[in-house]
């Protein structure tokens, strides 16, 4: 059996496809423990560490940070017996200048690590990996944000040179990070280190100027053009040998290199620069993306309707002061959404059609709330979910309520929190807005805003008095939920939140 295990990245939740890598949390050369978390990667739901499936040292990370990894591509390469000796690296010959050999597997695997012979899995480095490639770690681009490097273990052989330059033009080869200039002699194909050939010396990664079959770019800068929509062949590099560079690709993603430098009082391409680079292009991944697909689904199969109430809460405000002022609630965070959610749950029992899923030719009713609340974190909206809520007495449906909140701020949230919502809310109150049509999430029926409370003249008692107001907004899918009962639901909770006590009295 081989020592060597390579760790693919798994499925982390509900046919989630591909991940980020956010941050390693070891390196090459570190000795790991079953169960340790070794690297965090965001999904479309959540950010999340990854724990080891075997104990070992690392050998080789597959992936740099910031890299987008489709769920089982191989990531990390552990040695699960690193006390039977060292692994041995073929060695390279040296070769007189001018000469250009095919670069073999087990040199390109002296990048980094080289397995003992018979001992290559795939995936690892200088194995076979998705799409036929050869698995090694130089070209795998970093993320477009700036990053630290660590050194490598080891200098990369010249003979991995990806270039190819016409007989007796020294144009150098890229070693690591660097061009070293190299003497190279007529060749009539060069290997590079994907394994391309191109005929007459010209590989993918070769060029060096307009007019060849190729550019001349490092991978990271590929990727990044790849990234960013560039297409390389219509950039001008200003680098060493007429190497094209980050800088290069970035200016010409805004719109700024098309051709050759034109004067400056050129008007070819100044309409379609104009304010370029006052632009911000974001790329839309992880839960942005997510979110995106999930509501552009939703608002297009499931007929929404949406129904508002304004309502006198002084009542439930005043409610929330006193329960404040019990000796066991002090230390515990009590805000009205803690009502709502209460509000919410006592009308689910009295109209349980609400918590429902549409399912084509049936119509799937729950008896148990997942209640979710949508959440604004840095990486974008996110909608956990409190399981079976409605079994939850005040203080646990506070105590959930608070730790569900306290882990999305924190970017911790699992995907499983986000899993098997039936009924939403959505707080929109906090961002001072009285309500607004929100959107379902799919598979659910009814998902309610909550807006602002604020003082405002309300007639009261046959006078207008100032009083404390909010207003209610509720979606629902109109093939489960029609106007009388979406009405009716939202007149329940409406009516709790005006008399909370008169209202717990009566229900339950």
Not at 411 to 432: E, H, K
Not at 476 to 482: K, L, Q, Y
């Amino acid at each position: 059996m081989s020592r060597i295990k390579t760790f693919n990245l798994p499925d982390l939740g509900e046919g989630l496809t591909e991940g980020e890598i956010l941050a390693w949390l070891v390196k090459v050369g570190d000795t790991i423990e079953l169960n340790q978390p070794i690297v965090e990667v965001e999904t479309a739901k959540a950010a999340v560490e990854i724990p080891a499936k075997w104990a070992g040292q690392v050998q080789a990370i597959h992936h740099p940070e910031g890299s987008t990894v489709e769920v089982g591509t191989p990531i990390i390469a552990i040695d699960t017996d690193p006390g039977a000796g060292p692994l041995d690296v073929p060695s390279t010959t040296a070769t007189p200048a001018g000469d250009l050999p095919t670069p073999s597997a087990a040199s390109l695997a002296a990048v980094e690590v080289a397995p003992a012979e018979g001992m290559v899995e795939p995936g690892l480095i200088g194995g076979p990996a998705p799409g036929g490639r050869t698995a090694v770690l130089v070209g795998y681009g970093p993320r477009t944000t700036t990053a630290k490097r660590r050194p490598r273990k080891a200098a990369v052989p010249a003979q991995t040179a990806t270039t190819a330059t016409p007989a007796g033009v020294d144009h150098g080869v890229v070693v690591g990070d660097r061009i070293t200039p190299t003497a190279v002699s007529p060749a009539p194909q060069i290997h590079d280190r994907r394994g391309g050939v191109g005929p007459g010396g010209v590989g993918p990664g070769a060029g060096g100027g307009a007019g060849t079959a190729g550019v001349l770019a490092k991978p990271p800068v590929r990727k990044l053009a790849k990234d960013l929509g560039v297409d390389l062949r219509a950039v001008i590099g200003s680098g060493p040998l007429g190497s094209i560079t980050r800088e290069d690709v970035q200016q010409a993603s805004r719109g700024a290199v098309a051709a050759e430098p034109v004067a400056a009082t050129s008007t070819a391409t100044s309409a379609a620069s104009f304010g370029a680079d006052r632009e911000q292009r974001i790329p839309v991944k992880g839960v942005r993306k997510l979110t995106a697909e999930n509501m552009s689904r939703s608002a297009f199969t499931a007929p929404h309707v949406t129904e508002f109430l304004t309502v006198d809460v002084t009542r439930a405000m005043r409610a929330l002061e006193r329960l404040r002022g019990r000796r066991e609630w002090r230390d515990v965070r009590v805000s009205p959404l803690l009502l709502v959610a209460k509000a919410v749950l006592l009308a689910v029992k009295r109209h349980p059609m609400v918590n429902s899923t549409w399912a084509g030719d049936e119509i799937v009713v729950k008896e148990y709330v997942n209640l979710g609340i949508a959440a604004a974190t840095e990486r974008g909206l996110i909608v956990p979910n409190v399981k079976d809520a409605g079994r939850l007495s005040l203080r646990e449906l506070a105590d959930a309520l608070n730790g569900l909140v306290q882990t999305a701020k924190s970017g911790r949230t699992s995907p499983a929190d986000m899993s098997g919502g039936t009924l939403t809310i959505t707080n929109v109150g906090v961002f001072g807005v009285d309500t607004g049509t929100p959107i379902l999430p799919p598979g659910e029926s009814a998902i309610l805003a909550f807006g602002a409370v604020r003082e405002m003249p309300w007639v009261h008692k046959g006078k207008v008095k100032v009083r404390q107001v909010t207003t209610l907004g509720l979606s629902f899918d109109h093939r489960i939920i029609d106007g009388e009962l979406g009405s009716k639901f939202l007149r329940d909770i409406g009516d709790f939140l005006a008399d909370p006590e008169a209202a717990l009295l009566a229900w339950t």
